[in-house]
Every structure is written in structure tokens, then in C-alpha cells.
């Protein structure tokens, strides 16, 4: 069947309604029954669901242990709801309900919707542990694995309980942190009655769980670690030590309860780092102890976190005496010398210390981060509530609520930072929930973004939606965090240059706005800390910053390059050839002042290589390598590595990071063209693949024993990377074929190659700093539904008996990438007749490929894209040219050896040399074309991240402006530029490819 027909089959009806396997879907459909295949109710949730696959396999899964449960969905439009949308959303709840098919029973009916009460928590956690909840000190029956799991199962059953009422908006944010900790205080109290039973002996002590951190403020998140101090006091006519020493024991225990590994997983750490001397001090501590220490040796931190303490579990009397006792200190302990400074210099360490490859994904610690709206209200709190005990609150909300009521906070930033918490904190709930794991960071995975946009209620573009929507609120939320964190700024000042020394806080603020700085007080901080101190580098930093500010100034986005700058020296200060370029070579330090004021992606590569910066010494060392000595480097990296193949392709892809940064910076100043980066960049790919395709081979042979492979296997590169025409952020289209060798089994060997296949998938795939790699292999027989590496018989036989136009024109751009350079020539043979064809494509062909062209630009442009503006799809982009050359090609290729090549641009310029193609006409396209991936490549250098849209946002499009050489106020002459390019060459393609 071709193209044309597949699209209008169930699966493809239900791929446009939202499922992304819609074969997958359609046969999971049939599974359920055929009153499940009619049941539109049914079919309308599961489109509604953040992930309709997810959520559809995980109802199959359950089906499967309880039928009842489609039967009792029909009848129960609630239930229906909850329990797809929570399968939607996580996985691991899934997984659970799968193992516990009675559970889904809890999201029927009316009590479905009821919030449990904190008693009621408790009485169950403890009753599933074969505990009294009636008793003062409840014993479990005992502490084996049994009655953890126990624990571990209801707890979750709970938490399923309470996810589909979240999911569903049943919960706000605040009544949903709010069940989690009392949910965690139940298990808490339940794993205290497992330690119970551990000990022979342990009422001659009272002990106290004190709840810190998010569970204190009851604004826990699914998945966390559970802070807690323990405090304790012996009974009337005890010893004290011994007391002390059973109530350690008792803590212990209920920490093991909590975190012990068990068949049904655990819960979650419980985490005493909080008390008095941290991991160092005892355990646990009387309530003399504790105050003796506060009063004596605390740190500002400790108090800070203190601000957070409440009763959770164990003797909640004693909790309240110890709460009362330190809030006494708590509220005093603004009055110490240099508090203030000493919470920014803890957020500042905190900061420090993530990941400067998560940096920009992290909701939790990084920038715009919870964190940073948290730090904010508590030391506002801190300050101001010494005299204000309105504003003595544990959550976060409710405490800014209270300031901006007391007029410390404004109300439209209270309300922008209540509206960026809400939004993170449900972001947090989401990406834990998918597999109940403890993770803050956003994925970069298509898919993933797609589930998190979805989850929160976009459907029109959600990966889109979602991103402009947390980005907007992290750069709210870091605006904010600076305004109200660091104010006033005189620290800061005072560390200033010493022409800006002498400016008041509100002038250096003034002064930087004028430069075009968009935060200028955050500006300030990072001046600050370059240049502070007496060491050699601030001394340097101290002369080159006045400069060095203008020319962050004249760069696209100078707050990027100010940040980008600080994070490099933050890395190499202490170097001293850094610090010699620097000073030596000012030249370097303009330049790397503009490319980090302009290029995301380059502060990204240069963040994780920061040694990249001697490239900008030399013109020379930006020249584009020639493929042979990468070859060369690449070989002598995988015999220094030899024979472990993550470390090889982990160095082969920091090579690759290298000479990605060389690629960009060169492309950024203009030392090589279009077409210079797109061959560099395909080359550097097929160094990388087979590289990679090399270490698969070694590993997958020695898992089975040695030896050499019993065949030959080679990758053909398709799609740009097979036209040398690659994107910064293009996947590798690619093909696999093998041949086995004389004598080989052909099952033996097509495993081997399929073992290989997958391995150099996953080597490429592998989680590091670098850039990935990613392998598509879509384009080949049958696309992902075919095998994933055919024999060359098999591709014989398949083009000789299936094949259609479509994938002749996708031959079109094949060629040999790697591996066995004998198979590769031979594979291009066998398609040679296929692409170039005796006496051309027919006409009901060339028919058949102009009405694809037309059903793709009808289709395939993303919903409420302007068709004007993006680059690939749009009118006169990239497709538009590459089809006109495609279908010239076909046409005529078997007369014209030149024009069999895989690149768009000699394809055309050998159209016109044959005489197929107006000079003016192919004028025209080869400009839109270069224009085109000019403009792709200055969006994904820009930003950080690939589009396929001139961006609509002013302000980036000026940036793009800029990057492609455009004055600060070029952007409409850039938007002119392009519409005017990408519309004459519409008017060709309509000419040359429609109407010929």
C-alpha cells in the first residue's frame, strides 16, 4: 500500500488524535474487546490523557489481571476519569495497580473524591502494619519484609488515591503537598511502630519526630527525601542514657522501616542531616540538648531551617515543646551579625553546586528554580517577622501571602511568584510521577515535554505551550528573587569597577540599563563576584570588565554573555593561560565576549569544554578539520580505550563536542558558509558513527564469547546527513544493511547485526554533557513497523517487489556513512537503478510525488504555524527546494551523470548546466535554500535548541538578526529578507515542479 493509503486507516486516525503508535494503539483497542472499540467515552479519555499510550497500556495491563474493571469504568464516568488520567501521567502508579488490581477499586464512587483526614492516614498506614491505631505508642506485628511491603502498598495505594484526584484537578496544589506530608507523617508513625517491634524494651522514653523541610511546612513532593530532627526525653525515674540510647535505636529503626529495599520497592530516605552538628552529632538529642547547642554554636542556615519545624510522628507533645522552645530563637535570629549575608551566600553555595549541564532544566535549585522563590520568602520572613508574627508560617504560599497582605512584598509580585511556584510545583509532580522517582530536572526528550505540556492542559502545541510557559515563569521568578533577595544591592556596588564606585545602587542600575542590560541588578551580582577579592584573576577581571561590558553590550543578549562569562571564569579563573589570554590577547576576550552574547548553544559547549576558549586566540585553530585526521584522532581514541566501549564512545563524543564549538564559533564569525557547516557537520557524524558502530561491533562480539562478526555490516547515511547538508541539531538519518559472510548462518549473523544496530544506538543515546547523537532509522523499508537492519538480498527483493516513488526519492540522498566500505558501494548499486531510472520516473509517478508534495504541505505544518515563516515546510523553504531537485533528479539523472549526488545545491547547479533548470530560476532557489538553513542553524546557535520557525517572539528574532549579521535594528529587514527570499522561490517551485 502506498503512502497515500496508509494515512486514512484506523491506526493513522488514531495517530491524529493524539497517540503516537496509532498501529500499537489500534491492536491494544482490539485487545480490550469490541465494547471497549465502540465505547467513544472511552476513546475521548484516553485522547485526553497526557501520554493516550501510556495510559491505554497500563489499562491493557490491568484488564488483564481484572477484567471487571472496563465494566465498572463504563458505569462510572469518575472512575473512568481518574484512573486514565493518573495512567496517563505515571507509569509506576501503573506498574502498581497492575500488582494490586484492587486498588483501582479507591477512584470509584463517592468516597473516590473525598479527602482522607490525617487521623485517617495514620489509622490505615499503622493498621497495614498490624498496628493499634487506637494505642499511644502502636506496636507493628512485626519487621519483616512482609509487613514493609505491607506498609510500601498501602502507602502507595494512597498515593494513587490522592495522584488521580490531582490529576484530575479534583486537589489544589497546596491541599495536594498538604496530603503528601500527612501521608508521610502516617508512614513515618507506621515505621515507628515497626522499630517498636524490634525492641524489647521501649517505654522508658518519649521520642518526638520533628518534620523539617517541605514535610514541616506540609509541602512535601511525591518523591523526596523526608527530613527530620529527633528529640527525646526519658521517662520519670530513668536514666538518660539509656533512654537516649533506646530512642536511638528507635530512630534508627523507623528509618530503616521507611527505606529498606522490599519486593514492592521503598518509600523514601529518611534524612536526619538537619539536627544539631549534622550527620556528625548524635542522632538524637533531649530537648535541653537541643537548645543548648541553638543558643551556643548554630549556624544562620540552621535556623533558617528550623523555620519549617513541626511534630510528624512519635510523642506529638514533646514535638510542640521543642517547636515552642527553638521558635523562640528562630524569631530572634535576624538580629545576628551578618545574616542577611550569610542566607545569600547559602543560596549562592547552593546554586554553585548543581549540574552546569542541568543548570538551565533545573525547577528545583537552578534559576528561576523553586529554590530561588523559597530563599526569597524566608528570608523576608526572617527579617521581618522578628517584629510581625503574622508572618511566622511554614509553607511557602501561605508565608507570601502574608507578606504581600503586610505590604513587605507588592501584590503583583506576589502574585507572579505564587503563580511561578504553583506552576513549578506541579511541573515537579509531574515529572515524578511518571516513575515515582526523585528527579528535578526537565527533559529534553521530545516525548517527555510532550506528556509534562499535556499534563498540565495543553493540547494545541504542548510541547511548545509548556516550554514558552515554565520559561516565563523561571525568568519571572529569578527577576524577582533578585529584586527582593538582594535588596539593596550595596555589597554589590561597593565591588564594582572603580568608575562605578562611586555610583549610587539606583545609578550602576541605570547605568547598566542604558547599555541595554535586561536585569541590570543581577548584572551587578556577577560584576561583583568577578572582580572581588585581591587574587591576580579579579585584578585582571577588574581591568577587563568596563571594556568588556560594551561589548557585552553590543552583543544580542548582553545578560547572557555577562552570565556566560562569569560561569567560564567561575571554571577556568585559576588557570594561568587563561588568565595570560586574557590579558595578553584582548582580542580573545572581545571575541568571546560577543560569542557568548549572542550564541547559547556556543556557552553550552564552552560551559562543559571550557579549555575551547584557547580556539579563540587563533583564526587558525578555527579552520574546519579535514575528515581524515578526525578519522585519525577518532582511531587512536578507541585504541587508548579499548576494549571498554561506553569510555570510547563517551571521548569520541567529547571530540565531537570539541569540534562542534570550532564548527559554530567558525560559522559565528563568518570564516565558513552554509554549506562549509553543513559538510562539516555531516562529516563529523560519520567520524562519530563509526566510531561508535565500531565499538558496538567489539562489545556485542564479546558478549558472545569473541571471535570476529559472522558478517558485514554497513550504515548508509540518509536525509541531510546523506547530502551533507546537516543542522546543528539534526538527527543522523540513517540506514543499516549487512551481508553475512561465507559460510555464516543468516540467523546468527542478522542477530549479530541487530545486536550491533541497537548497541551503537545506545552508545550514541548515553547520558553526558555532550550533544547527542541521535540515530533515525525511519527512513527505512516499511519504516518503523520493518526490520531494523535488512540483509542486501532483502533490500533487493523489497525495492524490487514494494518499493514506491516516495522512496526513491528518499534514495535519492543515500550514501555510504560507515562500517564496511565494500558492502556500502555494493548497497549503492543495488539502488542506483532505483533512484536513477532507465529513461526517467513515469508520469503517473511524477504525479503521484506532486500529489505527496501537496498532501505534506496540507498535512504536516504544525497547527497554527505561519506557512510563510517556517523553514522547512513553509513556502520557498528548504522542502520546497529540495523537491524541485529531487524530482529533476528522477526525472533525468539517467542521462545526466552529474546530476547523481546526494546535495541539493549541485543537484541544481547541474540542472542548469544540463539545461533543466532557468540560471535566474536556479538562482533563486539556491538562495532561498542557503538562506533557509542560514536561518535554521542561527536558531538553534541562538537559542540553544533547534526550530524550524523564524521565531515570532521580537526580541528573539532580533537575536537571530543579529547572529546572522543583520544592525540591533535589523529584525524587520531580516523578517523582509526572508519572505521575500522564500516567495520567489515559491513562485519557481510553483512553475518548475507543478506545472512541468
Given at each position: 500500500?502506498?503512502?497515500?493509503?496508509?494515512?486514512?486507516?484506523?491506526?493513522?486516525?488514531?495517530?491524529?488524535?493524539?497517540?503516537?503508535?496509532?498501529?500499537?494503539?489500534?491492536?491494544?483497542?482490539?485487545?480490550?474487546?469490541?465494547?471497549?472499540?465502540?465505547?467513544?467515552?472511552?476513546?475521548?479519555?484516553?485522547?485526553?490523557?497526557?501520554?493516550?499510550?501510556?495510559?491505554?497500556?497500563?489499562?491493557?495491563?490491568?484488564?488483564?489481571?481484572?477484567?471487571?474493571?472496563?465494566?465498572?469504568?463504563?458505569?462510572?464516568?469518575?472512575?473512568?476519569?481518574?484512573?486514565?488520567?493518573?495512567?496517563?501521567?505515571?507509569?509506576?502508579?501503573?506498574?502498581?495497580?497492575?500488582?494490586?488490581?484492587?486498588?483501582?477499586?479507591?477512584?470509584a464512587g463517592e468516597e473516590a473524591a473525598r479527602r482522607p483526614s490525617e487521623a485517617e492516614l495514620r489509622a490505615e498506614l499503622l493498621f497495614a502494619v498490624g498496628a493499634d491505631p487506637e494505642s499511644d505508642e502502636p506496636v507493628a506485628r512485626d519487621a519483616s519484609t512482609e509487613t514493609l511491603s505491607a506498609l510500601r502498598a498501602a502507602y502507595r495505594g494512597r498515593l494513587l488515591h490522592l495522584a488521580a484526584r490531582d490529576v484530575t484537578g479534583e486537589v489544589t496544589i497546596a491541599e495536594c503537598t498538604a496530603e503528601l506530608s500527612d501521608l508521610a507523617a502516617a508512614a513515618l508513625e507506621a515505621g515507628l511502630a515497626i522499630a517498636r517491634a524490634e525492641l524489647d524494651e521501649y517505654d522508658g522514653v518519649r521520642l518526638a519526630v520533628i518534620g523539617m523541610g517541605k514535610c514541616g511546612a506540609r509541602e512535601l513532593n511525591y518523591i523526596s527525601d523526608v527530613?527530620?530532627?529527633?528529640?527525646?526525653?526519658?521517662?520519670?525515674?530513668?536514666?538518660?542514657?539509656?533512654?537516649?540510647?533506646t530512642a536511638t535505636r528507635l530512630a534508627q529503626g523507623m528509618m530503616r522501616a521507611c527505606s529498606a529495599s522490599t519486593p514492592e520497592g521503598s518509600l523514601w530516605e529518611v534524612d536526619a542531616a538537619l539536627r544539631p552538628e549534622g550527620k556528625a552529632g548524635p542522632l538524637v538529642r533531649t530537648l535541653a540538648s537541643h537548645l543548648t547547642y541553638y543558643r551556643r554554636w548554630a549556624k544562620t542556615w540552621e535556623f533558617q531551617a528550623l523555620l519549617k519545624a513541626r511534630p510528624v510522628a512519635g510523642d506529638l507533645a514533646l514535638g510542640e515543646e521543642y517547636v515552642a522552645a527553638v521558635n523562640e530563637l528562630v524569631w530572634q535570629a535576624s538580629a545576628r551579625e551578618n545574616f542577611v549575608e550569610d542566607v545569600q551566600a547559602m543560596r549562592r553555595r547552593v546554586e554553585a553546586h548543581v549540574r552546569a549541564d542541568q543548570a538551565d532544566r533545573q525547577i528545583k535549585l537552578g534559576p528561576g528554580g523553586l529554590r530561588d522563590i523559597e530563599f526569597a520568602v524566608q528570608l523576608l520572613q526572617l527579617v521581618h517577622g522578628r517584629t510581625d508574627p503574622l508572618l511566622r508560617r511554614r509553607a511557602?504560599?501561605?508565608?507570601?501571602?502574608?507578606?504581600?497582605?503586610?505590604?513587605?512584598?507588592?501584590?503583583?509580585?506576589?502574585?507572579?511568584?505564587?503563580?511561578?511556584?504553583?506552576?513549578?510545583?506541579?511541573?515537579?509532580?509531574?515529572?515524578?510521577?511518571?516513575?515515582?522517582?526523585?528527579?528535578?530536572?526537565?527533559?529534553?526528550?521530545?516525548?517527555?515535554?510532550?506528556?509534562?505540556?499535556?499534563?498540565?492542559?495543553?493540547?494545541?502545541?504542548?510541547?511548545?505551550?509548556?516550554?514558552?510557559?515554565?520559561?516565563?515563569?523561571?525568568?519571572?521568578?529569578?527577576?524577582?528573587?533578585?529584586?527582593?533577595?538582594?535588596?539593596?544591592?550595596?555589597?554589590?556596588?561597593?565591588?564594582l569597577p572603580a568608575d562605578e564606585a562611586r555610583l549610587s545602587t539606583s545609578a550602576a542600575v541605570a547605568r547598566l540599563e542604558a547599555l541595554g542590560y535586561a536585569d541590570p541588578e543581577g548584572a551587578l551580582r556577577h560584576i561583583a563576584a568577578l572582580?572581588?577579592?585581591?587574587?591576580?584573576?579579579?585584578?585582571?577581571?577588574?581591568?577587563?570588565?568596563?571594556?568588556?561590558?560594551?561589548?557585552?553590550?553590543?552583543?544580542?543578549?548582553?545578560?547572557?554573555?555577562l552570565?556566560?562569562?562569569?560561569?567560564?571564569?567561575?571554571?577556568?579563573?585559576?588557570?594561568?593561560?587563561?588568565?595570560?589570554?586574557?590579558?595578553?590577547?584582548?582580542?580573545?576576550?572581545?571575541?568571546?565576549?560577543?560569542?557568548?552574547?549572542?550564541?547559547?548553544?556556543?556557552?553550552?559547549?564552552?560551559?562543559?569544554?571550557?579549555?575551547?576558549?584557547?580556539?579563540?586566540?587563533?583564526?587558525?585553530?578555527?579552520?574546519?578539520?579535514?575528515?581524515?585526521?578526525?578519522q585519525a584522532e577518532a582511531a587512536s581514541i578507541a585504541q587508548r580505550?579499548?576494549?571498554?566501549?561506553?569510555?570510547?564512545?563517551?571521548?569520541?563524543?567529547?571530540?565531537?563536542?570539541?569540534?562542534?564549538?570550532?564548527?559554530?564559533?567558525?560559522?559565528?564569525?563568518?570564516?565558513?558558509?552554509?554549506?562549509?557547516?553543513?559538510?562539516?557537520?555531516?562529516?563529523?557524524?560519520?567520524?562519530?558513527?563509526?566510531?561508535?558502530?565500531?565499538?558496538?561491533?567489539?562489545?556485542?562480539?564479546?558478549e558472545r564469547g569473541g571471535g570476529e562478526p559472522p558478517t558485514r555490516i554497513a550504515v548508509i547515511a540518509m536525509g541531510r546527513l546523506g547530502g551533507y547538508e546537516c543542522s546543528y541539531g539534526s538527527d543522523a538519518d540513517v540506514m543499516f544493511v549487512h551481508e553475512p559472510l561465507p559460510g555464516a548462518e543468516e540467523r546468527e549473523a542478522t542477530d549479530v547485526a541487530h545486536a550491533v544496530a541497537n548497541e551503537l544506538r545506545r552508545l550514541l543515546a548515553l547520558p553526558t554533557p555532550d550533544p547527542p547523537l541521535i540515530i533515525d532509522p525511519d527512513l527505512r523499508p516499511e519504516g518503523r513497523q520493518g526490520p531494523l537492519v535488512r540483509t542486501l538480498a532483502s533490500y533487493a527483493a523489497y525495492y524490487e517487489r514494494w518499493s514506491?516513488?516516495?522512496?526513491?526519492?528518499?534514495?535519492?540522498?543515500?550514501?555510504?556513512?560507515?562500517?564496511?566500505?565494500?558492502?556500502?558501494?555494493?548497497?549503492?548499486?543495488?539502488?542506483?537503478?532505483?533512484?536513477?531510472?532507465?529513461?526517467?520516473?513515469?508520469?503517473?509517478?511524477?504525479?503521484?510525488?506532486?500529489?505527496?508534495?501537496?498532501?505534506?504541505?496540507?498535512?504536516?505544518?504544525?497547527?497554527?504555524?505561519?506557512?510563510?515563516?517556517?523553514?522547512?515546510?513553509?513556502?520557498?523553504?528548504?522542502?520546497?527546494?529540495?523537491?524541485?531537485?529531487?524530482?529533476?533528479q528522477l526525472r533525468?539523472?539517467?542521462?545526466?551523470?552529474?546530476?547523481?549526488?546526494?546535495?541539493t545545491l549541485e543537484a541544481l547547479r547541474a540542472a542548469t548546466a544540463a539545461g533543466l533548470l532557468a540560471p535566474k530560476d536556479e538562482e533563486i532557489l539556491a538562495d532561498a535554500w542557503r538562506f533557509a538553513s542560514q536561518v535554521r542553524d542561527a536558531i538553534m546557535l541562538v537559542r540553544g535548541r533547534a526550530g524550524d520557525s523564524v521565531p515570532v517572539d521580537v526580541r528573539e528574532r532580533a537575536r537571530v538578526a543579529r547572529a546572522l549579521g543583520y544592525p540591533p535594528d535589523g529584525s524587520e529587514d531580516f523578517l523582509d529578507d526572508y519572505r521575500r527570499a522564500t516567495r520567489r522561490a515559491r513562485l519557481v517551485v510553483e512553475r518548475v515542479f507543478y506545472d512541468t
Open positions: 500500500m502506498n503512502a497515500a493509503g496508509r494515512i486514512d486507516t484506523t491506526a493513522g486516525r488514531l495517530a491524529r488524535l493524539g497517540f503516537v503508535d496509532g498501529a500499537r494503539a489500534e491492536r491494544l483497542l482490539d485487545e480490550l474487546g469490541p465494547e471497549a472499540v465502540g465505547d467513544v467515552e472511552l476513546l475521548a479519555e484516553l485522547v485526553a490523557a497526557a501520554d493516550p499510550d501510556l495510559a491505554l497500556t497500563s489499562l491493557n495491563r490491568l484488564a488483564e489481571r481484572d477484567p471487571s474493571v472496563l465494566g465498572a469504568m463504563r458505569q462510572d464516568p469518575g472512575l473512568r476519569r481518574r484512573l486514565i488520567r493518573v495512567f496517563g501521567v505515571s507509569a509506576a502508579l501503573g506498574d502498581h495497580v497492575v500488582r494490586h488490581p484492587e486498588h483501582w477499586r479507591t477512584l527530613d527530620v530532627i529527633f528529640v527525646a526525653e526519658p521517662r520519670e525515674g530513668v536514666d538518660e542514657t539509656k533512654a537516649l540510647r511557602t504560599l501561605s508565608a507570601l501571602n502574608a507578606l504581600s497582605r503586610g505590604g513587605y512584598v507588592g501584590r503583583d509580585d506576589a502574585k507572579a511568584l505564587a503563580e511561578a511556584y504553583t506552576f513549578l510545583r506541579q511541573v515537579e509532580h509531574l515529572l515524578q510521577l511518571h516513575r515515582l522517582r526523585r528527579t528535578h530536572v526537565v527533559p529534553t526528550d521530545v516525548m517527555d515535554l510532550r506528556r509534562l505540556g499535556r499534563g498540565l492542559g495543553m493540547t494545541a502545541d504542548p510541547v511548545g505551550e509548556f516550554t514558552t510557559r515554565w520559561k516565563r515563569h523561571a525568568m519571572e521568578a529569578r527577576r524577582l528573587h533578585e529584586k527582593l533577595f538582594y535588596r539593596p544591592l550595596l555589597q554589590a556596588v561597593a565591588r572582580t572581588s577579592g585581591v587574587s591576580r584573576r579579579a585584578a585582571i577581571q577588574r581591568t577587563l570588565l568596563p571594556v568588556m561590558l560594551g561589548w557585552f553590550a553590543d552583543a544580542p543578549d548582553p545578560d547572557a554573555g552570565l556566560g562569562f562569569r560561569q567560564v571564569s567561575d571554571r577556568l579563573g585559576a588557570t594561568p593561560w587563561y588568565l595570560r589570554l586574557l590579558r595578553d590577547q584582548t582580542a580573545v576576550a572581545e571575541r568571546m565576549a560577543r560569542l557568548l552574547g549572542t550564541s547559547k548553544y556556543v556557552t553550552g559547549l564552552l560551559l562543559h569544554a571550557p579549555e575551547g576558549v584557547a580556539m579563540l586566540g587563533s583564526d587558525a585553530e578555527l579552520e574546519v578539520r579535514p575528515m581524515e585526521a578526525l580505550y579499548e576494549p571498554d566501549a561506553e569510555a570510547t564512545v563517551t571521548a569520541v563524543r567529547a571530540l565531537r563536542r570539541r569540534e562542534l564549538f570550532r564548527l559554530s564559533v567558525a560559522n559565528l564569525i563568518g570564516r565558513i558558509d552554509v554549506e562549509q557547516v553543513g559538510q562539516g557537520l555531516s562529516e563529523l557524524n560519520d567520524v562519530t558513527i563509526q566510531a561508535a558502530l565500531d565499538a558496538a561491533i567489539a562489545a556485542v562480539m564479546a514506491s516513488p516516495w522512496e526513491a526519492q528518499a534514495l535519492l540522498r543515500a550514501r555510504f556513512s560507515a562500517g564496511d566500505a565494500g558492502l556500502g558501494r555494493r548497497f549503492i548499486e543495488l539502488i542506483d537503478p532505483l533512484r536513477y531510472p532507465a529513461d526517467g520516473i513515469s508520469m503517473e509517478a511524477v504525479r503521484e510525488i506532486r500529489r505527496l508534495k501537496a498532501r505534506m504541505e496540507a498535512e504536516r505544518l504544525p497547527r497554527g504555524a505561519d506557512p510563510t515563516l517556517h523553514i522547512k515546510l513553509g513556502r520557498g523553504g528548504l522542502s520546497d527546494v529540495e523537491w524541485v531537485a529531487q524530482l529533476l533525468h539523472a539517467h542521462r545526466v551523470p552529474e546530476l547523481r549526488t546526494t546535495r
